[in-house]
């Protein structure tokens, strides 16, 4: 009998059946950060046991759209592009754990199989959406201009239901991204035991931080982000309750594993 092979499901003989390739993988995207904040109770409703709200800014968000070209070691996902790109849209907050203080992702969507697949590989949890983002153009009138006055939008998804709406305008440029989404990830690996008696299959608190981070120039604005009720999502609870800023930069980066802490 064959040895079955694959990063992931479904394994085959070849293993060129599985829905993603093993580790390392690049990422190269346009990113766009709004962050504002909301009740702090909300964000330490979403935290897990045993991780805190941060100490400082509790109540601080980073909801973030991000348009990826995304592939294995060898690239070549890139020659088959529907196998590279995918859009998603994200909601970070900030907790600490032990004497750390971390980013933690509560929500996420996206648009590929494949996303989904790597997402809860890596603790992210995500869901399947529909994400859309204004790509700024360098020719033409049909979008805006990466300079003051620049306005972009970006919508949320899921399920034929509207869940966000945002908007953004540059203002000028920035040294920062923004300050939620910038320290290493704390993530939940977590799969339910097919005995229901039993405790998870999976069950870890995780740390990762990309490697080789290559940023472009970032520009910074003003922005608005609007959260809707829909049945089977609860991002709405995360209600802005005052803006702090957007940002818009071109993100790569490559992941290759973590370190699980609990």
Known sequence: MAELRGFMHPRSPLGEASIVVSPPWHYSGDVLTIEYRTDPASVAGLLPSG??????????????????????????????????????????????????????????????DFALARGWYQGYP????????????????????????????????ANDRRLADAT?????????????NALPMLHSRWMPSIDPASSPSLDELVTMRSRDVELGPCWTGTAEVKLHDAPGDELAALVPVEPIAGYWRQVGATFAGGDRLA
Do not use: H
């Open 126 to 157: 995500k869901k399947l959406g529909s994400i859309w983002m204004t790509r700024p153009v360098s020719v033409g009138r049909a979008g805006p201009r990466l300079e003051s006055g620049g306005r972009f939008g970006a919508t949320l998804a």
């Open 168 to 180: 953004f305008t540059i203002t000028g440029p920035s040294e920062t991204g923004g300050f939620v």
């Open 51 to 112: 991780v805190d709200p941060a100490p400082e800014d509790p109540g601080a968000v980073a909801i973030i759209w991000a348009d990826w070209q995304s592939c294995g070691e060898d690239g070549a996902e890139l020659l088959d592009p529907v196998r590279s790109q995918y859009k998603e849209c994200f909601v970070v907050v900030r907790c600490s754990f032990g004497d750390e203080v971390y980013s933690r992702c509560v929500f996420i969507w996206v648009d590929k």
